[in-house]
């Protein structure tokens, strides 16, 4: 059973900075990915970044050059760096998690979400 705690969303104005934190805890064996998804009123939830155990990392082309994702192995912590942000931003953040078991069985962990608005 693993637990997602996030932090750090919030109102912030349009061209400005915020960092989104999810933390990981309980009975952790091997998380193989850990990632940011979002969902703006109206539409579907969507891919924002991810990034593997080995570091490897996976960005949504809306999103590139402005949104850095990073993690903390050793702390479970994957942290979500937004830059230059825009109103289209606006929406529910979601720390997602792929974790494995012993016995290689795969479990997904979503968060509670956290709401960014970027106001113009």
């Known amino acids: 059973q693993v637990q997602l705690v996030e932090s750090g969303g919030g109102l912030v104005q349009a061209g400005g900075s915020r960092g989104l934190s999810c933390a990981a805890s309980?009975?952790?064996?091997?998380?193989?990915?850990m990632g940011w998804y979002r969902q703006a009123p109206g539409k579907q939830r969507e891919l924002v970044a991810t990034?593997?155990?080995?570091?490897?990392?996976n960005y949504a082309d809306s999103v590139k050059d402005r949104l850095t994702i990073s993690r903390d192995n050793a702390k479970n912590t994957v942290h979500l760096q937004m830059n230059r942000l825009k109103p289209e931003d606006t929406a529910v953040y979601y720390c997602?998690?792929?974790?494995?078991?012993?016995?290689?069985?795969?479990?997904?962990?979503w968060g509670q979400g956290t709401q960014v608005t970027v106001s113009s």
């Open positions: 997602n998690v792929v974790h494995y078991r012993l016995g290689l069985k795969r479990e997904d962990y």
């Open positions: 990034i593997t155990s080995g570091g490897t990392t």
């Open positions: 309980g009975t952790i064996f091997s998380i193989a990915v």
